[in-house]
């Protein structure tokens, strides 16, 4: 029923694991040139890689409060940490309250 935004955050969750896999390599391989224009090289591709990285956490956060927002039961979190009857200020706390959720606000 509302699976657009599950699997955009499930793409999310994937894009950010492997722009930041990116981001470590090209830093990584950065520190290791003698050459000054290939190691500005490196470093301007982990620094691409680090703000994809960062777009999509931010995209994967987004993704989570509309979920837990409009009551998306059928996505796990949502079931086991909100409820309707929740007023808004317990509605938001929500979003760290479960492990996922702790993990993707410490990702900031």
Same mark, same amino acid.
């Given at each position: 029923?509302?699976?657009?935004?599950?699997?955009?955050?499930?793409?999310?969750?994937?894009?950010? &694991? !492997?722009?930041?896999?990116?981001?470590? /390599?090209? $830093?990584?391989? =950065?520190?290791?040139?003698? +050459?000054?224009?290939?190691?500005?090289?490196?470093?301007?591709?982990?620094?691409?890689?680090?703000?994809?990285?960062?777009?999509?956490?931010?995209?994967?956060?987004?993704?989570? &409060? !509309?979920?837990?927002?409009?009551?998306? /039961?059928? $996505?796990?979190? =949502?079931?086991?940490?909100? +409820?309707?009857?929740?007023?808004?200020?317990?509605?938001?706390?929500?979003?760290?309250?479960g492990q996922e959720g702790?993990?993707?606000?410490?990702?900031?």
């Amino acid at each position: 029923m509302h699976y657009f935004i599950g699997n955009l955050g499930h793409f999310l969750v994937i894009l950010s &694991f !492997i722009a930041s896999l990116a981001a470590f /390599f090209a $830093y990584f391989k =950065a520190t290791g040139k003698e +050459d000054i224009q290939e190691k500005e090289a490196w470093l301007q591709n982990g620094k691409i890689s680090f703000y994809v990285h960062a777009l999509a956490v931010l995209g994967i956060s987004v993704t989570l &409060f !509309i979920i837990i927002a409009n009551h998306y /039961f059928e $996505y796990h979190y =949502a079931y086991s940490h909100s +409820d309707k009857k929740l007023p808004t200020y317990y509605l938001i706390s929500t979003f760290w309250n479960g492990q996922e959720g702790s993990f993707l606000l410490w990702m900031f």
